[in-house]
């Protein structure tokens, strides 16, 4: 999920990605198993926002759409 100064977004990672706890805090694992991101971190996304439904997810906040991350880059 990514915060804004206006609200919550929820992100639809890329098949195979997860958020999971390493080292006692949560992280971003990639489709590969390595650790991209830990909460905190500042990265780019790279991604659109679509309808839940074309999505297939369900969004965490309730809302109607969810951004559909395509890739990521740290600050």
Do not use: Y
Request: charged share 20%.
């Amino acid at each position: 999920m990514i915060v804004t100064e206006d609200e919550f977004v929820d992100v639809a990672w890329p098949p195979g990605w997860s958020v999971t706890i390493r080292d006692d805090r949560p992280a971003l694992i990639d489709a590969a198993g390595r650790t991209v991101g830990w909460l905190g971190d500042e990265v780019f996304v790279g991604g659109g926002s679509v309808e839940t439904t074309k999505a297939n997810v369900i969004s965490c906040t309730g809302q109607p759409r969810v951004f559909v991350a395509s890739g990521l880059t740290r600050a």
